[in-house]
């Protein structure tokens, strides 16, 4: 009997430990959306692959022009194949080439390596375009709300690709005004 409260005790013990080591600081998310708050989450598989998990937030309210994109990578991928397959993503969705090419090459320049368990968030506000953050930390923006319709529409426009993770991150609420569709 002893044994076993020990035992509960030790695995008690891992399981808080475990579970803080997931817990996510959104506070550079806190200061733009004000506060952020999660509206749907979803997990990208692709050949039986868990690439990355990502969650959708908004700022306030389900109506806010503001919201964010935070995917968490599970495998590793080259900053420029995110570039080239998030280009790919938007050239399906109707974006014209050259454009895709200048966006695309845009990508390449600022996006990491990412390592599974590393983050890279977006976040878009009408007045500043998108910011773009690598673990919590600001590494460029790109003005524009033309920019931002086909970057997050890679997720969130009713073309998308992958329309169960869309449904996922919407859950019951609508998309943002940048999409123009109604709910």
């Not at 008690?12 to 959104?26: K, P, Q, T």
């Not at 938007?90 to 390596?113: F, R």
């Not at 890679?154 to 109604?182: M, V, Y």
């Amino acid at each position: 009997m002893r044994f076993l409260k020990i035992l509960l005790t030790f695995y008690a013990c891992i399981s808080l430990l475990v579970s803080n080591s997931f817990a996510r600081d959104i506070t550079y998310m806190d200061s733009v959306l004000n506060p952020a708050q999660l509206q749907g989450t979803g997990r990208l598989n692709w050949w039986g692959f868990h690439i990355y998990d990502v969650s959708f937030y908004r700022a306030g309210n389900s109506s806010s022009p503001d919201f964010a994109l935070d995917i968490r990578y599970q495998k590793s991928f080259s900053g420029i194949s995110i570039a080239n397959r998030s280009a790919e993503e938007m050239k399906k969705m109707g974006v014209p080439d050259a454009q895709v090419a200048a966006w695309g090459k845009e990508l390449a320049s600022i996006i990491p390596n990412v390592e599974p368990g590393q983050t890279l968030t977006a976040i878009y506000t009408p007045k500043q375009g998108t910011i773009f953050y690598h673990d919590g930390k600001r590494i460029a923006q790109i003005s524009g709300a033309e920019f931002s319709k086909a970057f997050f529409g890679i997720w969130l426009d009713s073309k998308t690709s992958i329309p169960k993770l869309r449904n996922e991150l919407l859950g019951q609420g609508c998309p943002p005004p940048l999409f123009t569709e109604a709910c």
